[in-house]
């Protein structure tokens, strides 16, 4: 069965959502730092098409593979700095807002590597792409 094409259907929804995309591109914030936010969120929202994309696009940024197989497992893998497993614990908490919101441990945590524009600029992130996960599980993107 084939599912709505949003962009089709309200291409008015989707240049806001790449107005989004163009805004996050023209902050400061690290594009390997962006593309591990954006495969982390979509590996806990099980976005197979946004994984696929954002592990590819890292790659081409010259992320290292094995950083991106080790991802799942930050808390664990000793690839990541302590300013990255700030950052993803952001991304886990903020995306998993219904549980238990975002702790002030793990909110201290970011501030104590990052400004407040760059912060308000990494929860831009990881909101705008946890609505195309969204967007791409409720119509099953391929």
Avoid at 1 to 17: C, D
Avoid at 19 to 25: A, D, R, S, T
Avoid at 116 to 131: D, H, V
């Amino acid at each position: 069965m084939t599912r709505v094409n949003i962009q089709k259907a309200q291409p008015g929804a989707y240049e806001a959502m790449f107005g989004l995309e163009k805004y996050l591109g023209a902050t400061g914030l690290d594009k390997n730092l962006t593309e591990l936010i954006k495969t982390r969120a979509s590996q806990i929202n099980g976005c197979a098409y946004c994984i696929q994309m954002h592990t590819k696009s890292a790659l081409e940024n010259g992320e290292k593979a094995e950083r991106l197989f080790a991802l799942s497992a930050w808390k664990e893998s000793p690839l990541f700095s302590e300013k990255e497993r700030a950052v993803f614990a952001l991304t886990e908490e903020v995306t998993l807002i219904f549980e238990n919101g975002v702790s002030d441990r793990v909110y201290n945590g970011v501030e104590e590597h990052f400004t407040e524009e760059q912060i308000a600029q990494i929860i831009m992130a990881i909101t705008t792409i946890n609505a195309w996960n969204r967007i791409a599980i409720a119509i099953q993107m391929q």
